[in-house]
């Protein structure tokens, strides 16, 4: 299977690929380029922001939660009107958001880390029942946050540690449980750990950045198949599609030469593969 460019529009650093199950769309974000973008059919639309913008849930039809480097917000897709609904480092000038999904109870888990990449200037945090929650911090780029079918795990990573960790959720609440445990070792690989989702059958795809591919695992952490794509830095994995048999992928323009990018124009722009699995539905954020 090859995949192709679902949205030819360059992302400095294309990340935070959600599949809107009511309205059957696709959104994602250039961070960097501090823009919310979708395209439903052949209609394309885009939301600027002021400041950086990474990851969503979503609330109702019409209105999604983001994260920006100061905050949780209540976006309005119709209006484009946003309201707080808690700050995020606010006082922090290092720090932005980063990667986030919403979670099988409700609550929306999203990491922050340093503008340049600063060591152990992050943390990932939870929101649910109106409370904002630090359950990891000292992390450095935080990733692949996604949480297996049947509720027990959450995962999540610290790129530059390139180790993907699991951690046991309370089956009630989906509040962490003990110290969490090693699910991926890709240290001796060399590979780095980005955005990640899990599917149907609790299978981890897992974009790789700079290794052009997204690797699938399994409940074992065994690694089972990869897909590449015509993009150097993968960057995050979504399911989508009517019957969410549709692979999405993100991927990031910024730090390529200008060779690189002259040769491979491709790089930066959102990608999908039909076929490639079986999804599971992203879950609504609950306020």
């Not at 990474?54 to 209006?79: H, V």
């Not at 707080?84 to 000038?93: F, G, H, R």
């Not at 780029?141 to 990573?157: E, K």
């Not at 690989?189 to 795809?205: F, Q, R, T």
Request: charged content about 20%; overall charge negative.
């Amino acid at each position: 299977m090859t995949a192709g460019v679902f949205d030819d529009r360059v992302c400095k650093l294309g990340e935070g690929p959600l599949w809107h199950p009511v309205r059957e769309q696709l959104f994602w974000f250039d961070i960097l380029g501090k823009r919310l973008l979708t395209r439903a059919g052949e209609t394309t639309q885009e939301w600027h922001f002021d400041e950086t913008v990474s990851a969503a849930g979503w609330l109702d039809t019409d209105r999604l939660l983001i994260a920006s480097e100061t905050a949780l917000w209540d976006f309005s897709l119709t209006s484009g009107d946003r309201t707080c609904i808690v700050p995020l480092e606010a006082e922090n000038p290092v720090t932005r958001s980063n990667d986030g999904r919403a979670d099988p109870w409700g609550g929306f888990w999203i990491g922050t880390m340093g503008k340049h990449a600063e060591a152990g200037a992050g943390a990932i945090y939870r929101y649910f029942g109106g409370e904002l929650r630090c359950l990891h911090d000292c992390i450095s780029v935080a990733n692949a946050i996604c949480f297996s079918p049947g509720r027990d795990f959450a995962y999540f990573t610290d790129t530059h540690d390139r180790r993907v960790l699991r951690h046991r959720l309370d089956p009630r609440t989906g509040w962490p449980k003990g110290d969490p445990d090693t699910f991926l070792d890709l240290r001796r690989e060399g590979l780095n750990p980005d955005g990640a989702v899990i599917d149907a059958k609790g299978w981890m795809w897992i974009a790789q950045w700079g290794a052009s591919r997204i690797a699938v695992y399994d409940t074992e952490g065994t690694f089972r198949t990869a897909y590449p794509f015509a993009a150097e830095q993968t960057s995050c994995p979504a399911f989508g599609g009517p019957d969410l048999t549709t692979l999405y992928c993100t991927s990031a323009s910024v730090g390529l030469s200008r060779s690189l990018l002259q040769n491979q124009p491709s790089n930066g722009m959102t990608f999908h593969l039909a076929g490639a699995g079986q999804g599971q539905a992203e879950h609504q954020v609950i306020l």
